[in-house]
């Protein structure tokens, strides 16, 4: 569970950065996985992802479709800095002390993390069917076979990491929305427990002070002689 604070961290400079803390973390460990599969995927494409079949001419392993090897070398080279990117913003977010700074951290992990998901399904799909058309005549000695099953297995367990990753930048931004926080609960209480009230006035300048409005006692001391006036005066007869 994150802790009740602002979009899921504790208030700025009140907690000191902690290494075993931070790796130790869930969300840092699918970023860590993230990173990883990421590099995964793109490392077999580029190193076995291409063969040379009786020509100079290398060729994509799957189905010989150069789409397919590119977009996974971009998608996995992209989500290969797009980790590393939010695990450094993921170290460095409890020093945020503006709200506004940490509203658009999250929702920027949120949308990220959202369009790398999908981006890895579509390339589970572009590769598997790819390499489902691949013909074993045009891999001869299954020459790239292993990278191009690798390369797909790590493209699911990737689905699988950033929508993780999703579903907790959502949370934290759903909590940092609903909550009612950097508000009075989190400033330090003025003497006495009293709340600064701002007055203006007529040049423009405010006034500050934390004695709150006291209406007037409903005791007075009233002048005897006002009193005796009042007794004596004649009332009206009713009818």
Request: proline residues 6%; charged residues 15%; hydrophobic residues 50%.
């Amino acid at each position: 569970m994150e802790p009740a604070a602002a979009y899921g961290a504790a208030k700025a400079g009140k907690v000191v950065f902690d290494p075993v803390a931070f790796f130790t973390h869930p969300r840092t460990i699918m970023r860590l996985l993230s990173w990883v599969f990421s590099m995964v995927v793109f490392s077999c494409i580029v190193n076995e992802g291409y063969v040379n079949i009786g020509s100079e001419r290398l060729l994509c392993v799957f189905n010989k479709n150069a789409d397919a090897c590119n977009f996974g070398v971009t998608v996995g080279v992209a989500c290969f800095l797009a980790s590393a990117f939010f695990l450094l913003l993921d170290a460095v977010f409890p020093s945020f002390s503006s709200l506004a700074d940490r509203r658009r951290a999250v929702l920027l992990d949120l949308v990220c993390s959202g369009m790398a998901s999908f981006l890895w399904f579509v390339g589970f799909c572009f590769l598997a069917n790819q390499w489902q058309a691949t013909s074993p005549d045009e891999l001869p000695l299954s020459q790239g076979a292993d990278a191009a099953r690798a390369a797909i297995a790590f493209c699911f367990f990737s689905i699988i990491t950033w929508t993780v990753l999703t579903l907790s930048a959502l949370r934290r931004f759903l909590s940092g929305s609903h909550a009612n926080l950097f508000t009075w609960q989190h400033l330090d209480a003025a003497p006495g427990h009293a709340r600064a009230t701002p007055y203006p006035i007529a040049n423009g300048a405010t006034i500050v002070t934390t004695k709150p409005y006291q209406a007037p006692s409903f005791t007075e001391t009233l002048d005897p002689q006002k009193l005796t006036q009042q007794q004596h005066r004649p009332v009206a007869p009713a009818f």
